[in-house]
C-alpha cells in the first residue's frame, strides 16, 4: 500500500495567518492526490483534487501544489471556519490511502 | 444535488456480519463515471477505504478486510450495500458510503470522492 505521511500532525494558527500543510507519498503518485476538510462529527468535504484543482464551491483561498511525492495545502488567510482537520489522499491506486490528519487549531 | 445517507441496524455484537446501506438521492447510481464507496473512520482516528462497487456490479475492495466484505448494489432501489463479517471490536468505527467520481481527460483520469454520506457509528460490542 501507499503511505501517506502529513506534517505537521497538529498546527495553531491566528486567524488571517497563511498556512501550509505537507503531504508525502512514500512513492510517486503523480497528481493524484486530494484534500479533504473534517469538522467533528462531520464526513470530510472535497478542498482540491488533482493536487491543484479547487473543487466547486471551495474559497480560492485554499490552494494545491505538487506531484510526484510531495504535495502542499495552502490557506491564504485562515478565517474561523477553517479550524479542522485535514487529510491528503492518494488515489493513484486502490487500496487508495490517506494521510493520518493534520488538526488546525486557533491559536 | 447528490445525497448520500448510510442506514443500519446499530449495534453488533463479536463475530457476527455488519449490514449497512447508503441510498442515493439526487442522481441516479446507474450513471456512468461513479463508483459507489464506503470508507470508515476509527473514533478519533483516520481514514480508512473499503473498497467499492460499479452500477454493473464490479467490485474492488481493501486487501486488508477482502476475506470479510462484500458490497452489493440494488439499481432498482439507488441504494448500495456494506456486509463485514466476523466482526470484532476492531470494527468499530463511523461508517461513510461515498461517491467517486471519475473524469478521463487525454491519458490522465481525475478521481475523487465528491459526496459523501453523514456517517454512521457502528458499535461492535458484547
Known amino acids: 500500500d501507499i503511505q501517506m505521511t502529513q506534517s505537521p500532525s497538529s498546527l495553531s494558527a491566528s486567524v488571517g495567518d497563511r498556512v501550509t500543510i505537507t503531504c508525502r507519498a512514500s512513492q510517486s503518485i503523480n497528481t493524484y492526490l486530494n484534500w479533504f476538510q473534517q469538522k467533528p462529527g462531520r464526513a470530510p468535504e472535497l478542498l482540491i483534487y488533482?493536487?491543484?484543482s479547487l473543487h466547486s464551491g471551495v474559497p480560492s483561498r485554499f490552494s494545491g501544489s505538487g506531484s510526484g511525492t510531495d504535495f502542499t495545502l495552502s490557506i491564504s488567510t485562515l478565517q474561523p471556519e477553517d479550524f479542522a482537520t485535514y487529510y491528503c489522499q492518494q488515489s493513484f491506486t486502490t487500496p487508495y490511502t490517506f494521510g493520518q490528519g493534520t488538526k488546525l487549531e486557533i491559536k | 444535488q447528490v445525497q448520500l445517507q448510510e442506514s443500519g441496524p446499530g449495534p453488533v455484537k463479536p463475530s457476527q456480519t455488519l449490514s449497512l446501506t447508503c441510498t442515493v438521492s439526487g442522481g441516479s447510481i446507474s450513471s456512468g463515471g461513479y463508483y459507489w464507496t464506503w470508507i470508515r473512520q476509527h473514533p478519533g482516528k483516520g481514514l480508512e477505504w473499503i473498497g467499492y462497487?460499479?452500477?454493473?456490479?464490479?467490485?474492488y475492495y481493501n486487501p486488508s478486510l477482502k476475506s470479510r466484505v462484500i458490497i452489493s448494489v440494488d439499481t432498482s432501489k439507488n441504494q448500495f450495500s456494506l456486509k463485514l463479517t466476523s466482526v470484532t471490536v476492531a470494527d468499530t468505527a463511523v461508517y461513510y458510503c461515498?461517491?467517486?467520481?471519475?473524469?478521463?481527460?487525454?491519458?490522465?483520469?481525475?478521481?475523487?470522492?465528491?459526496?459523501w454520506g453523514q456517517g454512521t457509528l457502528v458499535t461492535v460490542s458484547s
Open positions: 461515498a461517491r467517486e467520481a471519475r473524469a478521463f481527460g487525454g491519458h490522465t483520469v481525475k478521481n475523487y470522492f465528491d459526496y
Open positions: 462497487i460499479y452500477y454493473s456490479g464490479i467490485t
Open positions: 488533482a493536487a491543484s
